[in-house]
């Protein structure tokens, strides 16, 4: 049925009807277009995961899902918005280490199990500007699949300490190999 015979339709039924059919149809529409923009929550930027904190406090975390963007992290950033992070993602649970090489910024960084739970923080962790392979190391004493970091001072700011849960919607892994044999 085209607009134009819509409308006329529209003109025939009694306006309580009209007004019901308009209603329905800006419903059906809202949630198409709710569903459209992705269940994966709130995002005012496309690629960044909202990571929400014990006291509702949001962060919008860049995501290092790659062997790649995992080894960049935040090097050469020479600043981190209080509201932004960069959440890091492993396949499989492990004492992921990390360092400060090429990195201009102190960050805080919060290792998470599987149920993201924080198991470990090392706050206000300087950068490194070493030229060799030099740089301080720092890793948690538990597997940790998660690890999100933040601007130095971030993590006593919204206290976030060992055994607080961050909420937020776990990107699907990205393999890191390159070819798959087909199963």
Known sequence: MGCGAAWTFLQQLSRPLARAALATTIIVLTAALQARAGSEGPSTEQGLVPVTTPQGVTILAEVADTTEKRARGLMFRD??????????????????????????????????????????????????????????????????????????????SLRLQRGATLRFQAPHPVSDQRSRPSP
């Not at 400060?100 to 962790?125: F, G, Q, S, Y």
């Not at 030099?134 to 004493?141: E, F, H, L, R, S």
Request: net charge negative; glycine share 6%.
């Open 79 to 156: 600043s981190l918005p209080e509201d932004r992070g960069m959440l890091f993602t492993f396949p499989e649970p492990q004492h992921w280490t990390f360092w400060m090489k090429n990195t201009r910024l102190a960050l805080d960084i919060i290792w998470m199990d599987r149920d993201k739970k924080i198991v470990h923080v090392e706050r206000n962790v300087p950068g490194c500007s070493r030229s060799d392979d030099g740089c301080p190391q720092y890793q948690p004493n538990e597997n940790a699949l998660y690890v999100l970091e933040l601007a130095a001072g971030r993590a006593d």
